[in-house]
């Protein structure tokens, strides 16, 4: 899947906070790697619904779009 | 308006995974009268489980779900507690869960965390699940906290992975499985509201 990377940011609600990205759009793999998510386990949301993890690569991410990226760590 | 023990009354309560989280929300939510539990898990009890699950020194060698069984039966024998001795797969939680109100989440691994996360989210999406996320060491109660996302609902200080250094133990462990069974009673009783 690709992403058009043309000139221009996108703003997106990433974790309750605003925030802007310098891609006009981009895929939820491209933002953890921006983002340096370090977590191995994660759940994530693209306006309330879920990306499955063999997702990430696929899904993409456009302005306006509320995003949530929780992680998860072991023990219980 | 309906008395909260009536309505809990008539509530079932998913609960994935029978040790620290699973055994000590499940005893919570015994205590306060929920109608019936669904609790689920492979293991067998050992000694170094005692230092934060709900179980007794003389249950050592039992399987996890019909122990415990076993005490939420003595703590209140009104609650009906259907135990499932298996490791939960994506079908399994789908099956055994349809029927619950709730859904905790109280395993043990990130990767399993993720996998009943994901299926719950995606195939039930109506379901509220409660997840237990960051109870290890001990102190900084204040970095315990609730995260919701929609029907998704986070306890725990979202960062202390256990280790050998900083083991889960009980009061740090207990306050999460509480906090996740304070949720519950939260969505059940704000829904009938």
Redesign the interface.
């Known amino acids: 899947m690709h992403s058009e990377r043309g000139e221009g940011t996108m703003k997106i609600i990433l974790n309750n906070n605003p925030d802007e990205l310098s891609f006009t759009e981009m895929t939820v793999q491209e933002l953890l790697t921006v983002k340096k998510f370090s977590f191995?386990?994660?759940?994530i949301?693209i306006n309330?619904k879920?990306v499955?993890?063999d997702d990430y690569d696929t899904s993409v991410i456009h302005d306006g779009d509320k995003v949530?990226v929780?992680?998860?760590?072991?023990?219980? | 308006m309906k008395n909260f023990k009536e309505i809990l009354k008539v509530k079932c309560i998913g609960i994935a995974g029978c040790g620290g989280l699973g055994s000590n929300c499940a005893a919570s939510l015994a205590r306060v009268g929920i109608g019936k539990l669904i609790i689920a898990d492979f293991d067998v009890i050992v000694e170094s489980n005692l230092n934060r699950q709900y179980f007794f020194y003389d249950q050592i060698g039992q399987k996890k779900s019909y122990a415990l069984r076993d005490n939420l039966s003595r703590i209140n024998p009104a609650v009906v507690v259907e135990a499932h001795d298996i490791k939960l797969r994506p079908s399994d939680i789908l099956n055994i869960f349809k029927d619950c109100d709730v859904i905790v989440e109280a395993f043990d691994l990130a990767e399993m965390k993720q996998m009943i996360i994901e299926t719950v989210l995606s195939d039930m999406p109506e379901k509220p699940i409660v997840s237990g996320v960051g109870l290890a060491g001990w102190g900084d109660s204040n970095s315990i906290h609730v995260k919701q996302v929609g029907n998704l609902f986070i306890c725990g200080d979202a960062l202390k992975e256990v280790s050998d250094e900083m083991p889960p133990l009980a009061p740090r462990v207990c306050i999460v499985a509480n906090m996740e069974a304070n949720v519950v009673m939260e969505i059940l009783l704000d829904k009938n509201n």
């Open positions: 191995r386990m994660l759940i949301k309330d879920l499955k993890r949530d929780i992680h998860l760590i072991s023990g219980g």
